[in-house]
């Protein structure tokens, strides 16, 4: 499994996104996808499958110390006790005594970015988390996080795919060592039915989602796509035996747009 290596982390290039998996289907796709190969999930408190995570995760029969786990703070917890709660309530769900990863999963104006930074280390330095870092934060969010920050920081996850311009908070992110997580890597949808993401494929005997995930891993980018069907984990997997060119790059890289964003909501940062 090839790894992004950043501020003392090594960070499976693919991971399972688990947002909206629930219950049995949660359970079985983490399983099904480190029986797969798979070494890295995503999962969150917000997102009401840690439970179901980490049955996946046993019945997997995978060494716990070869998967790497990430989970997330959610954003109405991102006060000192509230954070720490929080953590300790993901690791009871997820019947682990430590995650991998533990995320701020999206800032929150209203509270202090000291607090919660000063929590999230904690979290570290007790042992709870073996690594940390943040979520859909910007440029100048990124710059106050690793000013605040007294142990190192080792991503940013953001909405990342190739219909999106992310190039600013990307550089902000690598600048400090951290590496780029991909959400929504497949654009939630929108690149399976993409004909230049499906032309260029075609010269690889591959599909367009599979060229989506090759076009951010061949950058060094994390992906975690998420899917609640068998065939596609392995679809999604195959990834690491072709390479695009650097035309082919290129040509993927020239649909971003600055507009490209899919997932919004009130409560989303102003980016940059
Ligand atoms: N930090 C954050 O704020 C944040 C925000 C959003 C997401 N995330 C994380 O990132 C993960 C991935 O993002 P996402 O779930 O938003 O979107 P995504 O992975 O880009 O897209 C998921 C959608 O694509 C479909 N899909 C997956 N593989 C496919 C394939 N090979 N062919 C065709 N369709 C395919 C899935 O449908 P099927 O199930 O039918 O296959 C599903 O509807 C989440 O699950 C979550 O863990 C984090």
Not at 58 to 64: D, E, H, Q, T, V
Request: glycine content about 6%.
């Amino acid at each position: 499994m090839q790894v992004v290596e950043a501020n003392g982390a090594r960070i499976p290039l693919i991971g399972l996104g688990t947002w909206d998996l629930r219950g049995r289907v949660c359970a079985r796709m983490v399983e099904e996808a480190l029986r797969l190969g798979y070494r890295h999930i995503d999962t969150a408190a917000m997102y009401d499958n840690e439970r179901e995570v980490g049955e996946g995760l046993r019945a997997s029969g995978i060494k716990r110390d070869e998967v790497f786990i990430t989970t997330k703070v959610w954003q109405s917890d991102l006060r000192a006790r509230a954070f720490e709660q929080s953590t300790k309530q993901s690791l009871v769900n997820l019947k682990l005594s430590e995650v991998d990863l533990l995320l701020i999963h999206w800032p929150n104006p209203n509270i202090p970015l000291a607090e919660t930074m000063g929590a999230l280390c904690k979290m570290k330095r007790e042992g709870l988390a073996r690594h940390i870092g943040v979520s859909n934060f910007t440029v100048a969010l990124i710059e106050e996080a690793v000013r605040l920050a007294t142990e190192p920081l080792v991503c940013n996850q953001i909405e990342c795919h190739p219909f999106l311009d992310q190039s600013k908070v990307i550089a902000a992110t690598r600048q400090h060592g951290m590496a780029v997580v991909a959400y929504s890597p497949v654009a939630r949808g929108k690149a399976p039915g993409d004909r230049v993401l499906a032309r260029v494929g075609k010269a690889h005997d591959k599909s367009a989602v599979q060229v989506c995930l090759r076009f951010l891993v061949q950058q060094d980018i994390v992906v975690i796509p998420r899917t609640s069907k068998s065939a596609r984990l392995a679809e999604n997997f195959a990834i690491f035996d072709f390479a695009l060119t650097p035309a082919e790059m290129k040509e993927v890289g020239a649909l971003a747009s600055r507009r490209g964003r899919i997932v919004e909501w009130d409560g989303s940062p102003q980016w940059d």
